[in-house]
């Protein structure tokens, strides 16, 4: 069964400190992996997509990374800002419609 | 939410109840989708549609029925043979099934009383 784990489940951080976001994917076969951001009670909003032959992605202060060897990915979120206060989920596309979604990390910045 | 629009944002709904879950996209896109969010779990996938006139079934649709008669409507049903319908529902459309990025709409919460 095709299973995306992100870790950790949730964290808080202080306005402009960094962090780093965990998936570990088990898809195959793969095709690319996205990064969704959603605001509290809101739908997910794309951040960032790899396919299998990119390292590294960034969008502003948001920089994923993704080892297709291991199948893991991070999303690092740098000088965070109040803004940042969501949920990360971490989504994998095999090379059909089916995506397997993680649960998502979600994140609260503290002034 | 990408052009996108999902309503009502929130619904509650008595026990025994058919509900349904309003979903309009104007991107154009062929493909449309619906997803249940819970807690601690990741988006589970409803029903889906490749194109109008044309349905399936996905992981988890039991108790759900959906309808496809126009390119733009996607319109979700809970029935009351649906245990326990108590979520967030988020629409999602793509320009084609396969290969393309799935753009979300901004959901409805249900609450059954």
């Known amino acids: 069964k095709n299973q995306v784990e992100q870790s950790p489940q949730s964290l808080i951080i202080l306005e402009g400190k960094n962090c780093t976001l965990q998936c570990n994917y088990t898809v195959s076969p793969f095709s690319n992996l996205r990064w969704y951001k959603q605001d509290t009670g809101r739908g997910p909003v794309s951040l960032t997509i790899?396919?299998?032959?990119?390292n590294t992605k960034s969008n502003g202060r948001y920089t994923a990374t993704l080892d297709a060897d291991t199948k893991q990915s991070s999303l690092h979120i740098t000088a965070s800002q109040l803004s940042d206060s969501a949920s990360y989920i971490c989504v994998v596309s095999p090379n059909d419609y089916k995506l397997s979604f993680g649960a998502g990390t979600t994140v609260t910045v503290r002034a | 939410d990408g052009g996108i629009t999902q309503s009502p944002k929130y619904l509650f709904r008595k026990e025994g109840q058919n509900v349904t879950l309003s979903c309009e996209q104007n991107l154009n896109h062929d493909a449309m989708y619906w997803y249940r969010q819970d807690p601690g779990q990741g988006l589970r996938l409803i029903y889906y549609s490749q194109i109008v006139n044309d349905f399936q079934k996905g992981d988890i649709a039991e108790g759900y029925s959906v309808s496809r008669e126009k390119k733009e409507s996607f319109p979700l049903t809970v029935t009351s043979a649906q245990k326990n319908p108590t979520a967030f529902y988020l629409c999602?459309?793509?320009?084609?099934?396969?290969?393309?990025?799935?753009?979300f709409g901004p959901g409805t919460r249900l609450t059954v009383l």
């Open positions: 999602a459309s793509s320009i084609r099934l396969v290969g393309n990025e799935q753009f």
């Open positions: 790899m396919t299998f032959s990119e």
